[in-house]
């Protein structure tokens, strides 16, 4: 079946550095993949798409700024937030959308970033 | 608007009994339609999907779901709950290449 990847699966940093979030897939190629934010014991919240080559579309009310995001690849998107704060901790999940089979997405593990 | 409601917030099950996990959606045209799991702490893991035909859907782990396009329903079955059963059950439907969730029901599972 299809596999995506996250790296790192927890980060701790300080508030006011940057972090980056990597998202593979790791045996199929996605045009479109997907950043979600999900708060304890809540649902998944979406953040942005991000498609390979182009800006990525973010959801009303996320910063742009605050959450770079890049699809340099069809198997790589990178979610950097920058000068992160406490309030930035949660769980972030990425899924990436099979360009062989576009109905289905599949879903990282996940991330989880406590910011200090 | 997309949505999709679940409308149970926590279900408890002792093992072995049957299961049924509620989903309603509100879509203009036919939905894609899926089930997520996910564990304490873990990404999400696809149960089934449901795209056209046949509209009762067979999945992973013994699952199935049925698609009632009158009741706008994708409710969740499972004819024997095992204790490895316990986590967050996502329902969800695709807008617009947007996966759109539903808030989720937590799952229990009695010894």
């Known amino acids: 079946g299809a596999v995506v990847s996250q790296h790192p699966s927890r980060v701790i940093c300080k508030s006011g550095t940057s972090v980056k979030i990597e998202c593979r897939s790791l045996?199929?190629?996605?045009?479109?993949m997907f950043w979600y934010r999900q708060f304890p014991k809540q649902s998944l919240m979406l953040m942005a798409t991000s498609n390979e080559g182009s800006k990525a579309t973010y959801e009303q009310g996320v910063e742009k700024d605050k959450f770079l995001i890049n699809h340099a690849s069809l198997t790589l998107s990178t979610l950097t937030v920058t000068s992160a704060h406490p309030e930035d901790s949660s769980f972030y999940i990425c899924?990436?959308?099979?360009?062989?089979?576009?109905?289905?997405?599949?879903f990282g593990p996940g991330t989880r970033l406590t910011v200090l | 608007a997309q949505s999709v409601t679940q409308p149970d917030i926590h279900i408890t099950v002792s093992e072995g009994a049957s299961l049924e996990l509620r989903c309603n959606y509100s879509?203009?045209?036919?939905?894609?339609l899926f089930w997520y799991v996910q564990s304490p702490g873990q990404g999400l893991q696809l149960l089934l999907k449901y795209f056209s035909g046949d509209t009762l859907v067979q999945g992973i782990k013994g699952f199935e779901a049925e698609f009632k396009r009158s009741q706008s329903s994708f409710n969740l079955r499972k004819p024997s709950v095992h204790w490895s059963d316990a986590a967050e059950y996502f329902c969800?439907?695709?807008?617009?290449?947007?996966?759109?969730f539903g808030p989720g029901t937590s799952l229990s599972v009695i010894p």
């Open positions: 899924s990436a959308r099979d360009r062989g089979r576009t109905d289905t997405q599949y």
């Open positions: 045996d199929f190629q996605a045009t479109t």
């Open positions: 969800a439907v695709t807008s617009y290449d947007k996966v759109i």
């Open positions: 879509y203009g045209a036919t939905p894609y």
